[in-house]
């Protein structure tokens, strides 16, 4: 919880400055939401592992600091984890990892064009729900598991590097790829590589103005 209020109060404190540096500037503020493609960094403990599908979605505050930069500090709820397959005593089993984060994003814009932007930033988040579903491929037998969050890492950082197009004055697609920084495991043991988050999003965002 204490990460958590950190991170909103580094999203109000860049909306505080950036009001400061540029008050004559209009702010506008808006919701977005689409779709993750996320995966988790390779564990050599898992024959296959592949991509899962989420969803992200929140609350955004875009603050021209100049000409052609701006400041955008977002708070999403986003879907991570990944899928994969692995074998046990001959028989074959599928697994899915769902991590839920409250993400809190501080992405820098340029505008490249009128209505096109490149952006990059570093992306906090707080994991708020851990669970596994696993499927027997012989049986169909699946299983899901009890909330584990607090058995992983549930502050985790990473960097964006992204883009988006706006339709219109208010609608727009955007697009963004964040690398984790951070292990999910809270006790790595000693010689393992670390596995991090990462997540490809795509999705619409609509300004209020």
């Not at 898992?46 to 000409?67: M, R």
């Not at 505008?111 to 049986?139: D, Q, R, T």
Request: glycine residues 10%; charged residues 15%.
């Amino acid at each position: 919880m204490k990460k958590l209020i950190l991170g909103l109060a580094v999203t109000a404190g860049t909306l505080a400055f950036a009001q400061q540096t540029n008050s004559s500037s209009p702010v506008a503020f808006g919701v977005k939401g689409g779709m993750n493609v996320s995966s988790l960094s390779k564990d050599n403990g898992l024959d296959d592992q592949k991509s899962k599908i989420g969803f992200n979605a929140g609350v955004f505050a875009n603050i021209p600091v100049a000409t052609s930069f701006s400041i955008q500090p977002e708070v999403l709820y986003s879907q991570y984890g990944n899928k994969s397959d692995y074998t046990l005593a001959g028989t074959k089993y599928s697994a899915s990892t769902k991590l839920d984060y409250i993400t809190v994003p501080v992405m820098f814009q340029y505008n490249a064009l009128p209505n096109l932007y490149l952006e990059a930033g570093p992306e906090f988040g707080f994991m708020v729900s851990a669970k596994n579903k696993y499927k027997n491929e012989s049986s169909g037998q699946s299983s899901t598991t009890d909330n584990f969050k607090d058995n992983l890492n549930t502050f985790n950082f990473g960097i964006g590097l992204g883009a988006g197009y706006y339709f219109t004055p208010n609608l727009g697609i955007t697009a963004r790829y964040v690398a984790g920084l951070t292990d999910i495991a809270k006790d790595r043991p000693s010689g393992s590589d670390a596995v991090k988050n990462n997540v490809f999003q795509v999705g619409l965002a609509y300004k209020f103005k």
